[in-house]
């Protein structure tokens, strides 16, 4: 999967105007800004369908509108009048049959909702959902990991906080000899002194790894490692952080690969 850089800068909530001033850099800049109509034959659909939809408007989102051949649907809930912070939260929704089912992320993470595929392994197919919260220079990412559950709500695959602020990247790859399963990497700013919000930072970056569970049946990803850049970032710059890390990442999970192996190997 390619790199994925968060939007910086303000983003405006579903049906209102982008008036960010920041528009330099437009790799990380994202809008929402349907037509009316399809806003409000989106919205007459929601409610015939769920009373309780009134207030969010139900779309498709153009990177994926079908996953294991069923449709896929995003409630994204209004702002405030200004336009920066949701009065709820996002969901996605796999829609029937065998039945709906869905997840919400957590509260205030409302705007920009997104989803994409992603195959996992061989077999394995999943769909990550990411929200914003509010804010205007700056605000945080909720990412899920979501695969079909066995009752209403979508199961999330991801055990480990993944959140990251806008000022990030994000990215899976796919590196065998260390998982079978792709490995979910961010990397997020950290403010250090004499730093302004949109200057040249270090980067905190963490690794999310699958790993089966003995109590629960399936595999779940977990933080399998976390490390400060030694280098300071540009984001602005376009710079990329994940691609410059990427030897010292993999490097730091092999090892810790061999020494969990040789554990296991140790009498006990």
């Known amino acids: 999967m390619p790199l994925e850089p968060s939007p910086l800068g303000p983003v405006i909530c579903f ?12 790799r990380y800049h994202r809008v ?33 509108s079908n996953f294991m ?17 949701p009065k709820g939260p996002a969901s996605v929704c796999l829609e029937a049959p065998p039945q709906r089912q869905c997840y919400t992320a957590p509260e205030h993470f409302g705007r920009i909702p997104s989803v ?9 197919p ?16 909720h990412f899920a990991l979501l695969r079909p559950g066995t009752g209403k709500d979508l199961e999330n695959l ?4 993944t959140s ?9 790859w796919r590196e065998p000899a260390i998982s079978d399963a792709q490995i979910f990497v961010t990397a997020d700013f950290i403010w250090g002194p004499d730093e302004s919000h ?34 300071k970032y540009d984001l602005e710059g376009n710079a990329d952080v994940l691609s410059s890390e990427r030897q010292e990442i993999l490097a730091r999970l092999r090892r810790l690969k061999v020494d969990a192996e040789s554990q296991l190997r140790r009498p006990r």
């Open 126 to 141: 999943a769909i990550l959902f990411s929200a914003a919260s509010g804010g205007v220079s700056g605000w945080g990412i």
């Open 158 to 161: 991801f055990m480990s906080d």
């Open 15 to 26: 049906a209102r105007k982008n008036i960010s001033a920041r528009g330099k850099s437009k």
């Open 116 to 124: 994409t595929m992603v195959q996992l392994d061989k077999s394995t």
């Open 198 to 231: 949109y200057s040249e930072h270090r980067y905190m970056i963490s690794a999310y790894v699958r790993k089966p569970l003995s109590l629960l049946d399936g595999s779940y990803f977990y933080l399998e490692d976390r490390y400060m850049t030694v280098r």
């Open 69 to 85: 051949g069923r449709a896929v649907t995003i409630a994204e809930p209004e702002c405030d009048p200004d336009g920066f912070f």
């Open 32 to 64: 929402f800004m349907p037509s009316v109509i399809p806003v409000m034959a989106s919205i007459l659909s929601a409610v015939l369908l769920d009373p309780n939809a009134i207030g969010q408007a139900v779309r498709r989102d153009g990177k994926l």
């Open 164 to 172: 990251v602020s806008n000022q990030s990247q994000h990215a899976f």
